[in-house]
């Protein structure tokens, strides 16, 4: 906390690099401590937090069950062709 407050604070840079007496520099980081301690922290609201978006739950999940179905009957072929066609939507709509 007292480096963050020596970065924000030019005054006290200025105060720490004429300081000369050791003694008194420790009680000044001791005061900068204190008040560090006492700064109130930032709420997270709703408005600050953003929406967590995701669209490939559903097409992971179906890719799982059909692994599992293949590890089961030794026929991969559903599987991979459902991640061929995962790779085609997923790169067409990156390239557009």
Do not use: C
Request: aromatic share 6%; charged share 25%.
């Amino acid at each position: 906390m007292v480096v963050i407050a020596l970065a924000r604070n030019p005054e006290l840079r200025k105060q720490f690099a004429d300081a000369t007496d050791p003694v008194a520099l420790g009680r000044q980081i001791g005061i900068i401590e204190s008040k560090a301690k006492t700064m109130p922290k930032l709420k997270s609201t709703a408005a600050t937090v953003p929406p967590v978006k995701g669209n490939n739950g559903a097409e992971l999940n179906s890719l799982e069950k059909l692994k599992e179905e293949a590890h089961k009957s030794s026929d991969w072929s559903a599987y991979f062709a459902a991640k061929r066609a995962k790779k085609i939507t997923y790169w067409s709509n990156i390239n557009g």
